[in-house]
DNA sequence: CTCCGTCGTTGACACGTGCAAGTAGATCGC
DNA sequence: GCGATCTACTTGCACGTGTCAACGACGGAG
């Protein structure tokens, strides 16, 4: 590296030692420096385009300022759910001095943080899972989970979802569950917070149904569905993706949304305005668990102790015409 | 910093000097090492639980292995394109032994790249752009365009779209633009393509609408534009989010598509195979550029001039039932 | 005039690493 | 038998930074 510009070149540019270079740019409050001297200094390192090299002063003790989360790469469109709040917590943490990086991808790959050095990481997985044990080991940093109380997040919604299609007089439901299998886990976990809602309610035991990603097949389900179980005449949706399917699916079975059945997503999903007919759905606010975890984050970035925060358990129904 | 177990612990623990100990972990070629204390280093390597510190292995002159993508914040439901460029990159990346990490947010943020010093930065802004060049002023690094080519891959879908349409036997096109005014440079490319393409296959000049993101707002556009220019039996959406709110006022018009127009996006996004009726739209394969700007990107990481690699410019027509 | 405190500045060290140069001891060539 | 080569290491420097302790100058107090 032959075209760095080092604090040492500052100083023989100002005429003066790079101590005094480094009291100045950092403007060390136990220093006395005359105001001449200091114009001299920042002319100097302006001229010259100087940046400090963030390695160095990372070898030398300094914090980092870096958070890195980690987390599989986004390839459903649902995700935007995270990247949303990825997106939010980014612009939080600036405001206490950090930057957000984020890393797509499998998670074992341990060298990716070695060169950035970051102070926390920010992991996908659950507080729980064996990964978690394993990363807080491999780095000799702090590892947070990135969502925490994500099942009390999953299931606040799932319960909305039931409460809004009993007060628009539904009375027997039946869930949609998504084709992936990855997804079982969270699905799980909406289904659980769907049946004990339901029963709380002193409503009929749901119906469960996973949905085919396939337009003609998700068509005959829900037709078999409605014939097996004619009592049911809501339903909730595992996500909008997967509202959407059952969308198409009654309008191609020709059967009336929301008259003979209600529908209900959740994320609310900018094009579920756009559905025929527009999709109600469940929408979270997480700016103040995004503001609230940041301050977390910076805590422990400092080396103190962070305070727990959890992502919110209740959610809100966006009423739209589809229930 | 007293926890952190350095290359001197592990050149004590094995009774060997530091020197012999580095030689080890990265296997120096030039060097001759007998099995014993070969191994002998590795399992007292293994037992503290060694990783090497980056920021001191940059600081000696190792060569970054991180690669910065700097772009806004990812908000609209329609950046998952770009983000699904970006993971495939990723994986890509790290196939070249490079490690991608992503900053969302404002560019002008020039101390977050400080901490982590990459060898590569990454930037949204295309070459021409302003930003771009401070970029690489701020940055004592290489700074490439992200998205190379950008002009000429948004260009290419429209083409595709009015070819599409051309075969479905339209022959008065309109050109559906987004409501906000940042897309306006990528809208205005998308337009001019069209209008070209238009002109080169003897049709009419296009019929340009900027569609409002109100529902009910744009059934009435959607109206107008049909009772002004009748004979108008074909349109290609910006995108297929301003696609979606065309199929949605349609339906609330209670106008036939395709039948009285048909209608095309771009993306491919997943809920377009959910719309009512399912929307055709323009899908580009852009993996092969990803491995070939991968290669680009590892040259300029090693300090050898890059190949200049584009985003490709030709794209496929995905028909579905509303073309 | 001497002593001492303050101000402004500087030399020197440490951080953890990679690698060039050097060094004992063993082995080889003649 | 003795220098030359080779093996298996080690000593030491450099990277760029922040900061402690020291140091000369200077001015005021005695």
Known sequence: MSGRVTSTDVAREAGLSRATVSYVLN???RQTIPEATRQRVLAAAERLGYRPYGPARLLRGARSTLVLMLTPGLQRATDFVAAGIVTQLGMALREHGLH???QLGTEDDRSAAMDL????V??????GEPAFAELTQQFSVPVLPAFPGLPGFLGGAAVTQVDHLLERG?????????PRAD??????IRWQAIVTEARRLGLAHPVRLTLSANRGE??????????????????????????FTVLAAAHDAGIDVPGRIAVIGVDNHPFGYLAVPALSTIESDVTEFVTAFA????????GEEGRDVLLPSSARAVARASS
């Open 27 to 29: 403007d060390d409050p």
């Open 170 to 178: 539904r009375r027997v439901l039946a869930y949609a569950a998504p």
């Open 295 to 302: 301050k977390s984050v910076a805590q422990v970035a400092r």
């Open 117 to 120: 050095a970051p102070a926390v």
């Open 100 to 102: 957000l990086v984020w």
């Open 122 to 127: 920010l992991s996908s997985a659950g507080e």
């Open 218 to 243: 998700a068509t005959a389900q829900l037709r078999a569905l409605l014939a097996e179980h004619p009592e049911v005449d809501g339903l909730c949706a595992y996500n909008d993706e997967v509202a």
């Open 183 to 188: 997804l079982e886990p969270t699905s799980e």
